[in-house]
């Protein structure tokens, strides 16, 4: 080991002795303070513009733009001109024979410069410390773990670096050979993952071999052990053969004996990093404060119920607009958008089913194609993606095995357990497409649990959750291609019919009754007494004028304000009003908090306000009202609100008030409470309403639908996947001190390094 340490000093000694590593040193300190301080300023202009910060430490160094993620960008640049003279001198030098001569193996030759090499490695690393000790005086509550899991992802790449410098130097006597080289083998590295990725086996090793991003979840604050390993593993390899490649030059082996020792290192490097990348090998250390890299516990307690085996199949039809998403070449990251999830179930299989049918969400196949049959499509499409047409079943093999028209023959998965339960999931028509946390764990919640079974009352005028009607409530319910429909959120949506002997199922656990227009008859009205008796909870949706709905809701004590509301704005009608949550709703939902955390509002157009007519044992709660700081009035007289203005009449029985537009009735029978929500316009949610004339001030209507349900479902649906909020969110730097610190980083420092290396070369040059 003490020949190790003379080598690794005597390396040192050499490298700071040659304006290369001085060089270095300056330019990363310079380049790195530039970014720092240039986040830094963009957080204190946030603070002080009123915007305010939330997870300043993760923006700073673990963002996108974050001082890590630019380090990590531009790295490689760095580490070539560091280890192109490692043995590369040696070798042009002749000085390697002097070394071969005396007392070392080449082993401790290669193992000393490599451990100089991590020396100084770490000097590059001490000057973003001195960012963080910065960090720490300036942020509150500074997530330091997060950042130091980021410092060793960066450090692990640093040596990987290295070690890839070190055998290409090891390769050539001329250096600038040996940096691009390094270059160049970095560049292949970077690439591997687009190699080979259509065969199944091979892909899996390459993909791990790859070097890009490999930094990306340490950088974020994930320390996962197929990560660690992969450093360890490449450090390892090119430092075997390294070693190999020295003892092949002191023995002069044949050329055979020597590529044959460097494959089987390679091939065993391989197989070890295949076996690491196993799920079930893996091991995980979330370093984050609020751990945002790991499932939230709602989700992990789902997938601790989620007993025996899983499959996932993901059916990919080639004619889909979004088929390239599951092609094998796009395999490896399509399973990195279920790791979370595989994590806490390693043993998940993962299976891909290519097809070709008619899609229902491509219009440009008719465009292109016109006049042509479905295998005439799918064999230029094949020919154009480059694909073999036999992987693909045909629309009758397809059928055989499963039925997708009610799915639209899109890419979709299908999850089975071992026990015949199966569920779906979806991509969506937003910008994410692919489903999130509160999506696949609601799909696995409806595996271990009971979910609710929500009937929408039909017969009677009430909006549908069928059709494009703009009144209906389509959009929310029962939509497959929306995001945030109750049927993606784990519920069973059902119209509901009472007329003749048909009954109430026992399963339905909410029944909504929306904008009800005619009177119901004597049997459905039993009916439905008899549920409300029983303790069932209501959804109810009305509008101003609603006889039938007034006299529904009066059974409750609850009766509507006369007239409608009015909350004059510029360039908008009167009667559309602003609402915001109360401080109870807060406590009901986390969604109303998070309304007002953002400044959102509900937007309503002709709604009622909600009042206690008289007490009928139910509690009544108010979960939104118009907001207090407009002047707000129950308008009686004016019905025009395009054509009129409407003027505040008291004389007309009109008041000024802030007024309940949603309230939240309950009360207990037997055992159980019974929940009934209330609201005011039953527009504001339907197809059309939840986009009300009021965007610009930021109106968030759908927020009614997952708060009133995960209320009316004991918290059950839509699964509450929110996490605990940033306590960096602030910072006591000023103006003032931010231009102490960034002349200090920009100027001083790299100004005191290089004055300090130019004087010891000069006086090394005069020795």
């Known amino acids: 080991m003490r020949r190790i340490y003379k080598i690794a000093k005597a390396e040192l000694f050499t490298l700071f002795y040659s304006p290369i590593a001085w060089m270095i040193l300056v330019v990363f300190t310079f380049q790195t303070g530039m970014v720092f301080t240039g986040l830094l300023q963009q957080v204190l202009r946030s603070q002080e513009t009123g915007f305010g910060n939330a997870f300043i430490t993760a923006n700073i160094y673990t963002g996108q733009l974050g001082l890590l993620t630019a380090v990590q960008n531009y ?48 000097l590059l690393l001490s000057v973003i410390l001195v960012y963080v000790v910065i960090s720490m005086f300036y942020v509150e509550h500074f997530d330091l773990p997060s950042v130091l899991s980021g410092l060793l992802g960066i450090y692990l790449l640093m040596c990987a670096y290295a070690a890839i410098g070190l055998f290409m130097s090891s390769l050539t006597s001329y250096q600038v050979v040996a940096a691009l080289g390094t270059l160049v083998l970095l560049a292949a590295l970077s690439y591997m993952n ?16 790859s070097i890009s991003g490999r930094c990306n979840e340490m950088i974020n604050g994930l320390i996962c052990s197929e990560d660690v390993l992969y450093f360890v593993i490449v450090i390892v390899m090119f430092l075997t053969l390294s070693i190999q490649k020295l003892q092949a030059n002191r023995t002069h082996q044949p050329f055979a004996l020597v590529w044959g020792k460097y494959s089987l290192v390679v091939l065993a490097a ?8 196993r799920p079930v090998l893996m091991a995980y250390y979330d370093a984050t404060a609020t751990k945002r890299n790991t499932l939230t516990p709602n989700s992990q307690a789902i ?56 899609p229902s969400n491509n219009p440009r196949l008719n465009f292109v194609y016109k ?60 910008m994410f497409k692919f489903p999130g946390e509160a999506e696949v764990s609601a799909m696995f919640k409806r595996m271990v649990m009971k979910l609710p079974r929500i009937g929408f009352l039909d017969g009677q005028g009430e909006r549908k959750i069928e059709g494009d009607r703009a009144k209906d409530y389509t959009l929310f319910s029962s939509v497959k291609t929306f995001r945030y429909a109750l049927t993606n959120q784990g519920c069973d949506v059902e119209s509901l019919d009472l007329s003749g002997d048909k009954q109430i ?33 209501l959804f109810l949706t009305l509008k101003p004028g609603s006889e039938e709905m007034e006299k529904f809701i009066a059974q409750f004590g609850l009766k509507t304000v006369p007239g409608q509301l009015v909350q004059p704005k510029q360039d908008v009608a009167g009667n559309v009003v602003m609402c915001v949550p ?33 007490d009928k044992g139910f509690k009544a709660t108010p979960i939104m009202r118009t907001i207090d700081t407009m002047k707000t009035w129950n308008e009686v007289k004016t019905i025009d609100f395009v054509n009129d203005s409407a003027t505040y009449d008291p004389s007309a029985g009109e008041r000024l008030d802030s007024f309940v537009t949603v309230m939240a009735l309950t009360r207990k029978v037997g055992a159980k409470e019974q ?49 605990p909020p940033s306590l960096d969110n602030e910072t006591t730097l000023t103006k003032a001190s931010l231009k102490v610190v960034k002349y200090s980083l920009l100027y001083v420092l790299p100004g005191l390094l290089l004055i300090g290396s130019s004087i010891l070369l000069i006086r090394r040059k005069r020795k």
């Open 371 to 430: 006049g042509k049959s479905l295998a005439e499509m799918a064999k230029r499409e094949a020919e154009i993606g480059e694909y073999d047409l036999d992987m693909f079943l045909t629309p009758a093999e397809i059928r055989k095995k499963i039925n997708l028209k009610d799915e639209g023959n899109t890419f979709v998965r299908l999850v089975e357990r071992e026990n015949g339960q199966k569920a779906w999931l979806r991509i969506y028509d937003d």
């Open 505 to 537: 199922p026992k399963e339905v656990d909410i029944i909504v009754i929306a904008d009800m227009k005619e009177a119901m008859d004597s049997t459905v009205k039993k009916k439905l007494d008899a549920y409300i008796a029983a303790g069932g909870n």
């Open 270 to 277: 391989m197989a070890l990093g295949y076996a690491t990348s």
């Open 675 to 723: 929940r009934i929500m209330v609201l005011g316009d039953a527009d504001c949610i339907s197809n059309e309403g939840m986009t009300p004339p009021i965007r610009r001030y930021g109106t968030a209507n759908f927020s009614l639908i997952p708060g009133t349900f995960h209320w009316l479902s004991y918290g059950t649906v839509p699964v509450d996947v929110s996490r």
């Open 75 to 122: 790295l490689y640049l760095y580490m070539p001109l560091l280890t192109m003279g490692l043995m590369s001198r040696e070798l042009s030098s002749g000085s390697i024979k002097l070394l071969y001569s005396s007392p070392v193996t080449s082993s401790q030759i290669i193992r000393g410069k490599f451990l100089a090499m991590m020396i100084y490695s770490f």
């Open 303 to 358: 997938m601790a119920k989620l007993t025996g085996g899983l499959t996932i199949t993901t059916y990919v039809n080639l004619l889909d607009r979004e088929y390239y998403n599951g092609m094998p070449s796009m395999v490896n990251e399509d399973k990195d958008r279920l790791k979370q999830y595989i994590r806490f179930k390693p043993e998940m299989k993962l299976k891909y089913v290519y097809y070709y049918d008619e």
């Open 194 to 209: 687009k190699v080979w990725q259509d065969i199944s086996f091979v892909r899996d090793i390459t993909y791990w071999l």
């Open 582 to 614: 109360t401080n109870a709703a807060k406590g009901l939902a986390e969604i109303f908090k998070m309304m007002e955390q953002r400044h959102q509002y509900v937007g309503m157009v002709k709604a009622a306000g909600l009042e206690l007519a008289e």
